[in-house]
């Protein structure tokens, strides 16, 4: 079955304490982003991957790393977590960078409190 | 980051009904638009691309308009399991592809 897979579902952890939230795509895309999506604001985008080793800065990176050294992971670091980053977090793959048929296919999401 | 606007709803509307949203986007060179689907507290999933010359699939027709930068989703015949977010997407090549998401449209279809 093609799908995104994110883990874990659901953490909650302690301000300081480094934790990586895993990504895994099954379909072979090229373009892989995460976003966080909070009451009020909607979906921002946090970091992308427009292929293996390339990545870049969304709206908000800040207290974030990612790293894209295979086709099919992209997992999202922080290093020092704070308060201000407990979040609903999605994970999303889609074939390449832009196009009217380029449906983006997004994981089931992680629960992140950070207190 | 260029703006896609939505107006955030709730729209409680019965069974049966027909029910549009609008959408606006900032970004001229916006290049493709999509409309996803939000359920509570999951991920969400793509219900359609919205092209030029406007398309529909079964009950949902979605409209582009170029000049005005507006986008529109009709729901004609609402059910239940209509009720959900509805997000407006723009797909914008200046900003390197990233999919720029409006806040979203909460839907409530009731009995």
């Known amino acids: 079955e093609a799908q995104v897979t994110q883990n874990p579902r659901y953490l909650i952890t302690v301000t300081g304490k480094k934790l990586t939230v895993t990504c895994s795509q099954n379909m072979n895309h090229e373009y892989m982003s995460w976003y966080r999506q909070d009451p009020g604001l909607g979906l921002r985008q946090i970091y992308y991957?427009?292929?293996?080793?390339?990545?870049d800065k969304g709206d908000v990176p800040e207290g974030y790393k990612v790293s894209r050294k295979e086709k099919r992971n992209f997992p999202l670091i922080l290093e020092s977590p704070s308060p201000n980053q407990t979040s609903l977090y999605f994970c999303?793959?889609?074939?390449?960078?832009?196009?009217?048929?380029?449906?983006?296919?997004f994981g089931p999401g992680t629960r992140l409190t950070v207190l | 980051r260029k703006e896609v606007e939505q107006d955030p709803g709730p729209f409680n509307v019965p069974e049966g009904a027909t029910v549009a949203f609008n959408c606006t986007y900032s970004n001229s060179a916006s290049q493709s638009f999509f409309w996803y689907r939000q359920d509570c507290r999951k991920e969400p999933k793509l219900l359609m691309s919205v092209y030029s010359s406007g398309n529909e699939d079964g009950r949902f027709t979605a409209q582009l308009n170029r000049a005005s930068q507006y986008i529109s989703l009709l729901i004609r015949d609402s059910k239940l399991s209509d009720s959900a977010t509805y997000l407006c997407v723009v797909n914008d090549k200046n900003s390197g592809y990233a999919l720029n998401f409006g806040k979203g449209t909460s839907l409530l279809v009731t009995p």
């Open positions: 991957s427009m292929n293996v080793e390339v990545t």
């Open positions: 999303a793959s889609r074939p390449s960078s832009g196009g009217a048929r380029n449906e983006q296919f």
